[in-house]
């Protein structure tokens, strides 16, 4: 379903805006009315909307956002305050705006009457894991049992998140400063020996000649680099959006050479520590399959693990059709098969997730490890190519200097 953005006012006569699914202008209305808000303003997100969120502080609620949030629920409410005292209080205290004012609607629904669960469900901003584990705790009386568990959940996709980030920034770092180079260079410092170049009187280097073309075609044509640029990525982003597109790049990240091995690792973390938390939650396991399969990011290891949920439905074992998917490492196999024969099927996939967060851990300082020679090689065969251009017609103009003296 797409989104509508809307500026509502709640019962209290606060301004809210955010985002809403909807099937239409009029269901995404309904639904507002429903939840007691008066609807200002109501239309559907574009594709601007949405590319203009991502640098807005407060646009996008992250999983350190909510680990935070969980854990000061807990501490609050341990206190013995009441929920509806406690949300206020975070809602004062969170800095997040987006998640801020998700929490402002919840504390006003749950004074209304309605379970902390489903004041939750109609915020977009909170996933469905953390919502099934609300759910899941009021029922069975143990609300700061399960926020405390999403607050170690959301600790530890934090902490992988920041590895691979940090894994990238040196890298990214390299890439960025080698264009900025390249561009300099082709842009102010070739076209000084172009003159000079030009008083050779002989054939250039073929390596030279490219490069007097590149420096030319910059300074004068620029506006095509530029448009090439916008178009390439308009171009990557429409891909990516389409169906085939989506799929053709989980598979890229799959099969990639080096990165594949932590795309695995980290979806195997992930699927584990997912299920682990829910099903000690109490949550059934074809139920827990399906919530873990929506949090899953890679499309093939999404519906990788909705047709585990199925076959889990026909009454197999869940390590049986996990193998026969042939996305997961043996680890996870092994894991889930002794904790069907033991009983004891959480436990062993808290065990799977610590291993795997472990290797991902090490996955990423592999990759960082391999990447960073990978770049300084390719910076120095371009520089040493450029200085190798603008040597040899040098050469060739001392040697024919040479060559009139005697």
Request: aromatic share 8%; net charge negative; hydrophobic share 50%.
């Amino acid at each position: 379903m797409p989104n509508f953005k809307y500026v509502a006012l709640t019962p209290q006569g606060k301004e809210v805006k955010g985002t809403i699914e909807a099937n239409d202008v009029e269901d995404a209305t309904a639904k507002l009315k429903t939840e007691g808000n008066i609807p200002v303003k109501v239309s559907e997100e574009t594709f601007l909307d949405k590319d203009l969120t991502i640098g807005k502080k407060g646009g996008k609620v992250k999983s350190r956002d909510f680990s935070i949030f969980c854990r000061q629920f807990v501490s609050i409410v341990g206190a013995g305050v009441t929920i509806v005292n406690a949300l206020d209080m975070l809602a004062d205290s969170t800095q997040n705006k987006t998640l801020k004012a998700a929490i402002q609607n919840v504390s006003a629904n749950v004074n209304k009457g309605e379970t902390l669960a489903g004041a939750m469900r109609k915020e977009t901003c909170f996933p469905p894991l953390l919502n099934n584990m609300v759910e899941a705790g009021e029922s069975s009386g143990s609300l700061e049992v399960a926020f405390d568990r999403m607050g170690t959940q959301f600790e530890k996709e934090t902490r992988t998140a920041s590895m691979i980030k940090k894994a990238c920034i040196y890298p990214i770092a390299i890439i960025v400063v080698l264009i900025a180079v390249i561009i300099i260079m082709l842009a102010f410092v070739i076209p000084v020996f172009a003159d000079m170049f030009a008083d050779v009187g002989t054939d250039l280097p073929w390596i030279t000649q490219m490069l007097l073309d590149m420096s030319n075609f910059l300074k004068t044509k620029w506006y095509i680099v530029i448009m090439v640029v916008i178009a390439l990525v308009v171009a990557f982003k429409v891909f990516a959006s389409t169906e085939f597109g989506k799929y053709f790049l989980a598979d890229v990240m799959i099969k990639l050479p080096i990165f594949g091995n932590l795309t695995v690792k980290g979806a195997s973390s992930s699927f584990c520590r997912t299920m682990s938390t829910l099903l000690a939650a109490g949550v059934p396991v074809i139920e827990a399959l399906e919530i873990t399969a929506k949090t899953m990011s890679n499309l093939r290891f999404r519906d990788a693990v909705f047709m585990i949920r199925e076959q889990v439905a026909q009454g197999r074992q869940m390590s049986e059709p996990i193998e026969e998917c042939g996305l997961f490492p043996p680890t996870v196999i092994h894991m889930c098969r002794i904790g069907e024969e033991t009983g004891n099927i959480e436990h062993m996939m808290t065990t799977a997730a610590d291993y795997f967060d472990e290797e991902v851990e090490a996955a990423t300082e592999q990759v960082a490890a391999v990447i960073e020679p990978c770049i300084i090689v390719v910076m120095a065969v371009i520089v040493g190519g450029v200085i190798m251009a603008i040597m040899m017609p040098m050469m060739s103009m001392y040697d024919i200097a040479g060559g009139g003296e005697v």
